[in-house]
């Protein structure tokens, strides 16, 4: 048994000006959204879903949407910004996300660089911000920020190839627990993005599981393994490699994983 996402409940506890929209199924709530803002729709449209059946994650991978066991919004924004600004989106995603679940679970969970909530070792939210960009000027047209939460654990359990990685939030029934976890972020999110930026990173830096840990990049962009340093004030990651010198990663060139 698992609760029903309810559009009144998390509208009552929405202190934000964000449209909610709500579907049962779709492929994925970032293509819907990105399909509204080429038509013209407004910043602020949140569309939340039950079950997708396409869900993606960065870097052309899959998220696994089941229904009734996660939370799958998306969010269509309209900044006055260069490209940079859509990092500092999915960064103060993250640290929205990392403080919707504190408030509503008291999980205290950790971000790995750049997209992921992790609780006990295992990812249980994934963000993926995309944008479209204005060739004449350099600025952004839209951006689309979504975001995934496992929220239970699936009653078939995680697919095999998951089962190492994925993790969830709740153990037990909450009839309530998506709903209020939707409207925690929400708020969250709406606040965070007019916060200052140096206390974001802040944030984001003291949440960042990867802090001095071995990690290699399984899609090449340095051989060996390397040292996490730090994260830079752009939200670039700071690795020291085996030869010793120092490179910052930036998020649409690598993911990395902590070597084992």
């Not at 929209?21 to 803002?37: H, I, M, Q, R, W």
């Not at 080429?38 to 997708?52: K, P, S, W």
């Not at 403080?99 to 992790?118: E, H, M, P, T």
């Not at 009839?175 to 606040?191: K, P, Q, W």
């Amino acid at each position: 048994m698992r609760d029903r996402l309810s559009a009144a409940a998390v509208q009552a506890l929405l202190t934000c000006p964000y449209r909610l929209s709500f579907v049962d199924e779709t492929s994925s709530t970032n293509t819907d959204v990105k399909a509204l803002a080429e038509q013209g729709e407004g910043e602020g449209l949140v569309l939340i879903a039950d079950r997708q059946t396409e869900g993606r994650g960065r870097m052309g991978r899959t998220f696994h949407s089941p229904q009734g066991t996660g939370l799958y919004l998306s969010v269509l924004l309209r900044p006055q910004g260069v490209a940079d600004e859509a990092v500092r989106m999915t960064v103060v995603a993250a640290v929205a996300a990392a403080r919707a679940v504190q408030s509503v679970f008291d999980i205290d969970a950790g971000i790995k660089w750049v997209n992921d909530l992790y609780y006990k070792e295992r990812k249980v939210c994934g963000i993926l911000t995309e944008s479209s960009l204005n060739l004449t000027d350099g600025t952004l047209d839209y951006a689309v920020c979504g975001v995934g939460f496992n929220v239970f654990p699936p009653q078939e359990g995680f697919p095999e190839h998951l089962q190492s990685v994925a993790g969830a939030l709740c153990d037990g029934y909450d009839e309530s627990a998506r709903s209020r976890l939707a409207a925690a972020f929400l708020n969250e999110f709406y606040r965070g993005r007019t916060e200052a930026w140096t206390s974001i990173l802040a944030e984001y830096r003291r949440r960042c599981v990867l802090m001095g840990k071995s990690v290699t990049s399984p899609t090449g962009a340095f051989e060996g393994a390397g040292m996490v340093l730090g994260i830079d004030d752009s939200a670039g990651l700071i690795v020291r490699l085996a030869d010793g010198s120092i490179r910052v990663l930036q998020s649409g060139e690598v993911s990395v994983r902590i070597d084992e």
